[in-house]
């Protein structure tokens, strides 16, 4: 490699200041920030609250929910504890598939409440 000259500050070009930095979008501090957090949780929570009654009334041991489910016992215990912040929601709804159940998300705009029959607003 004749002609090649080695990195130097002198030929690397001018330094110019990093931007500021903010908080990748998948990091935990971003998480905390984004409005859809509180519904992700809500929803981790629901998913998990299901496995947990669906494991106890099977009257499945740790061992054996963890077989019929594809993951070690740690997962099952967290699923026992309903520790939802341990689980990624793809991970739970996975979770709900293989144990039987038929997740569904519903999605409504609070915006476009409809007002019950006898409660309509003033």
């Keep these: 490699m004749h002609g090649a000259s080695p990195a130097t500050p002198a030929n690397r070009g001018p330094i110019m200041p990093s931007a500021p930095r903010t908080a990748p979008p998948n990091s935990v501090a971003a998480s905390f920030t984004d409005p859809a957090y509180p519904a992700l949780q809500q929803l981790r929570a629901e998913i998990i609250a299901a496995l947990h009654q669906l494991v106890t009334a099977r ?29 990624t929601l793809d991970l739970l709804l996975g979770l709900a598939v293989r ?16 007002p019950i029959r006898g409660h309509a607003k003033a």
């Design 59 to 87: 009257g499945w041991t740790d061992l054996e929910a963890a077989a019929e489910l594809h993951v070690g016992r740690l997962r099952i215990s967290a699923i026992k504890a309903e520790r939802a912040n341990q689980f």
């Design 99 to 114: 144990a039987g159940l038929a997740p569904r998300i519903a999605l409504a705009d609070p915006r476009t409440v409809v």
